[in-house]
């Protein structure tokens, strides 16, 4: 089955930097687009930045400049890269991929991103 496991969460002081990973396994990687969501306490998910199989990109308005969002579809990996973190940006991320066949959306576990001094 289709599975999502993200990783590099953690805590980090503003201005400062994390990498996220997800491992995909159970799909055809190279041909789902995959996304990075978050969501933050009291407020809805919100996409963070997607990246399709042909590999365009598109970002939230609050990280352009800020996120790269990158795949390697050998490792069936998804990154976000995230520099310049804000208070603002601290929420549980969460891996997402959707198929280009059917109308479905599959969810990693999410890991946490707390930006804080």
């Known amino acids: 089955q289709v599975q999502l496991v993200e990783s590099g969460g953690g805590l980090v002081q503003p201005g400062g930097s994390l990498r996220l990973s997800c491992v995909a396994s159970?799909?055809?990687?190279?041909?789902?687009?995959m996304s990075w969501y978050r969501q933050a306490p009291g407020k809805e998910r919100e996409l963070v930045a997607t990246?399709?199989?042909?590999?365009?990109?598109d970002y939230a308005d609050a990280v352009k400049g800020r996120f790269t969002i990158s795949r390697d579809d050998a490792k069936k990996a998804v990154y976000l890269g995230m520099n310049n973190l804000r208070p603002e940006d601290t929420a549980v991320y969460y891996c997402?991929?959707?198929?280009?066949?059917?109308?479905?959306?599959?969810w990693g576990q999410g890991t946490q991103v707390t930006v804080s001094s």
């Open positions: 997402s991929a959707d198929s280009p066949y059917i109308a479905y959306r599959a």
């Open positions: 159970g799909f055809t990687f190279s041909r789902w687009s």
């Open positions: 990246i399709t199989g042909a590999k365009f990109t």
